[in-house]
């Protein structure tokens, strides 16, 4: 249950929700600590489960952790605070309690609203939310801003909601101070901005149903999806009788219908009385999970839930799933994983090896093994499914711990497209020349499609319009002040901005170490090349990434106006790789198939192999064959003759083969103990390596591998130095002891650690 409590000290304690995790009748504090009381709770019913304070506890404990904040981070940013007030309502009148007036009463008083509440004669309400908090601004123009160059104000305002979408009054003023009445009235009135009285989400969603392709057709699952089915059905049954939890991989080829089968579980689920959560790997993907779910199941009660909702409507979810009797279908992006969803039994993850499923900001989770937790507090079923599996869960599958369903065929019995390797090697890499990033025969190819009347896509996993800005003057290229690496142009929004900490500055602006004004933009990203091809196609071409699909209700409409052709091209970030339908799409070509496969990291060559797999899985899903084309400039790579064959389980083989020898997981526990400081704090670095001494000492005697610390990939980052060990070891157990023990040395006075385990994000 939440309660207020006092935090600080004496009458000017401020009250803090707090989360009760157990209560005792003795009292055994340790010396110098004194107790406070509790000043009253925040609810009538707990909206917390128990089920999700062990999950909590367990995550705090695995992450070496506090549980509270870790309940910091998974409940609603409204279940957080301590906003709420006492009605009392009897035959004399109604009267408010506000906390600081309970807080203020004497015992007497106070003894006498708990009686009330206890007998009903009084209610916990949260207080009236005020007009700014629920009208959300929200962008109705893309850059480059429609306004005078000298309304600095305004720009701000608007470039604040191209960063963060649907913004309620009273938080863009928290944001940007007082003072934005004037300007934001300015661009309300030239229709710049347009104001709703509710979440803009609402009106977003209302628009997006009509805007999204059409949902397929009414579908009969062939024979291999039915027997996946029955096997997923069987084992949820085993799971509860033999109150055990249990798991399914299901391995589908790219278009062999892996949804079909998850709607149909969700509704053998609800008629048995428990409800299912639906998980896809980003925003994108769940909204057409939902679409599909809301298509092929109308019947069901469907809740959503996201990210980048805005608290409110997360918060609202949140409150309706606590106080739910009734089983229900929950789609939505992994953040789900700690909604208090009733009866629930079965968890499915799509796309189980995307690198989304790990969140490794502010609280380090590994959505999977949060399910699994939840699904062994249940007696329930956990279903992985993917063409091209994480390498660690297959391998968990060839053992024998997670039996595999699988899908063979696409729907219709199509064939994957033949897969073509296109050598750039010859090409600048520098794409300053008329000619870019494309080689004369993906050109060829992409004019063929469009005399033939039908659509290709282009894959390019890089946005902006160059990565690189040169200065023709003193021969530098702008960096950005902060991370020293190489600011990216935004040719749309006429600025230069910095792809890892968010710098950006304002373009063309003189060069700050020699004033010049003459620039060369180097290389390409989406932005130019979707201007390049836009010759091609004699008009604009469509662009989906970051950038173009910042303003709410965006993406649906680029996904939307692609489906009904109005454009023959599709130029996207990695987001377009996965899950999209469109059938006139018969050519898909990636710019760029080796952008991954040179990063630091050992799965580098894993990410490339999925994400050409899925890609080349968008082309030919209607009656025509599709075909796909890679530029590469290392055509002799070991990962292509896979990618050609889409051969995953020859890929899987050779890879497994690799991080055998080179001991990597699944062989070994991995982590990296991330240690950062100021630039400016120069007694810094000799800690760190006083650090490094004493770690190597206590690693060796844990049996642990340690390889650092060593300047990390991204070595300079938001003005801190990076620093990362590599921790290689048998068990979690060891590598957390030696991550407490780093943070008791001495020499951490100044340094950050952070410790993340089985880490996704190697820079
Ligand atoms: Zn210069
Ligand atoms: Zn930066």
Not at 478 to 507: A, D, M, N, W
Not at 658 to 682: G, M
């Amino acid at each position: 249950m939440r309660v207020a409590v006092p935090l600080g000290r004496g009458e000017k304690a401020a009250l803090r929700a707090g989360i009760v995790l157990e209560t005792s009748e003795t009292l055994d504090l340790p010396k110098g600590v004194a107790c406070k009381t509790v000043c009253w709770p925040l609810e009538e019913q707990p909206v917390l489960t128990g089920e999700l304070l062990a999950l909590a506890q367990d995550l705090a404990l695995r992450q070496a952790l506090n549980p509270g904040h870790i309940l910091g981070h998974v409940l609603p940013q409204g279940l957080r605070i301590t906003r709420v007030q006492l009605r009392l309502v009897n035959e004399k009148g109604a009267t408010s309690w506000p906390l600081a007036r309970i807080r203020g009463a004497d015992e007497g008083t106070r003894r006498h609203l708990a009686q009330a509440l206890a007998q009903g004669e009084a209610r916990l309400l949260p207080p009236g939310t005020d007009a700014a908090s629920e009208e959300f601004c929200v962008l109705r123009v893309d850059p480059p801003w429609p306004v005078r160059p000298s309304a600095s104000r305004q720009i701000e305002l608007l470039e604040y909601l191209q960063e963060h979408g649907s913004v309620s009054r009273r938080n863009l003023t928290r944001a940007l101070g007082q003072g934005t009445g004037v300007p934001l009235q300015s661009l309300l009135s030239a229709g710049h901005v347009a104001l709703t009285r509710q979440d803009a989400e609402d009106e977003v969603e209302a628009v997006e149903q009509g805007l999204l392709p059409p949902p397929p057709a009414p579908f009969v699952l062939n024979d291999d999806q039915a027997a996946a089915l029955n096997e997923m059905k069987t084992a949820l049954e085993t799971a509860q009788t033999e109150k055990r939890a249990v798991s399914r991989l299901l391995y589908g080829v790219t278009g062999s219908g892996k949804t079909a089968v998850y709607l149909e579980l969700a509704r053998a689920c609800l008629a048995a009385g428990k409800s299912l959560l639906l998980l896809a790997p980003e925003v994108a993907l769940a909204y057409k999970l939902r679409r599909d779910a809301a298509c092929a199941l109308p019947e069901i009660p469907l809740f959503f839930h996201h990210g980048y909702q805005s608290p409110a409507r997360r918060e609202a979810t949140y409150r309706q799933l606590a106080v739910r009797q009734e089983p229900c279908l929950v789609v939505g992006t992994r953040s789900a994983l700690f909604l208090p969803v009733p009866h629930l039994a079965c968890v499915v993850l799509d796309e189980e090896h995307d690198a989304s499923f790990k969140q490794d900001e502010s609280l380090a989770y590994q959505a999977k093994e949060v399910a699994w937790f939840r699904m062994a507090q249940k007696n329930g079923l956990l279903v992985l499914g993917s063409a091209t599996p994480d390498l660690k869960t297959f391998h968990a599958a060839e053992g024998g711990h997670l039996p595999v369903l699988r899908l063979p065929r696409r729907v219709g019995g199509r064939d994957l497209p033949p897969v073509e390797l296109v050598d750039i090697s010859s090409l600048s890499p520098a794409a300053t020349t008329e000619h870019g990033l494309l080689a004369p025969q993906s050109e060829q190819a992409l004019q063929e499609v469009i005399s033939r009347g039908e659509q290709a896509v282009v894959l390019l996993n890089r946005r902006g319009y160059a990565p690189l800005m040169y200065c023709l003057d003193c021969g530098r290229t702008l960096r950005c002040p902060q991370c020293e690496i190489g600011l990216t142009y935004h040719k749309g929004r006429e600025k230069l901005v910095c792809h890892y900490c968010g710098y950006s500055r304002p373009f063309p602006s003189p060069c700050p170490e020699c004033k010049g004004m003459n620039f060369l933009p180097m290389g390409e990203g989406t932005e130019r090349l979707a201007e390049r091809l836009s010759v091609l196609a004699g008009g604009p071409v469509l662009r989906l990434d970051r950038d173009s699909t910042r303003r709410p209700g965006r993406m649906e409409e680029i996904l939307a106006a692609f489906a009904r052709q109005e454009s023959p091209i599709l130029v996207g970030t990695q987001m377009l790789s996965k899950g999209h339908h469109f059938p006139n799409v018969t050519l898909a070509v990636i710019a760029d198939g080796d952008l991954g496969l040179n990063l630091p990291d050992y799965r580098a060559a894993e990410r490339t192999f999925q994400l050409l797999v899925q890609s080349s899985g968008r082309a030919g899903r209607g009656d025509k064959p599709g075909q796909v084309l890679i530029q590469t400039r290392d055509v002799s790579h070991y990962c292509w003759q896979y990618v050609r064959e889409a051969d995953y389980e020859g890929f899987y083989a050779a890879e497994l083969a690799r991080r055998k020898l080179r001991r990597y997981p699944p062989f070994v526990r991995l982590a990296l103990i991330r240690i950062s400081h100021a630039v400016e704090e120069n007694t810094a670095v000799a800690a760190v390596n006083d650090l490094a001494a004493a770690m190597r000492g206590r690693a060796a005697e844990l049996g642990l591998q340690l390889l650092g610390p060593a300047p990390a990939p991204l070595a300079l980052l938001r003005g801190r130095r990076r620093y990362t060990c590599l921790v290689k070891g048998q068990d979690w157990q060891a590598i957390r002891a030696l991550y407490f023990f780093a943070a008791a040395q001495k020499y951490t006075k100044n340094l950050r650690l952070f410790l993340d385990l089985d880490p996704v994000n190697m820079l």
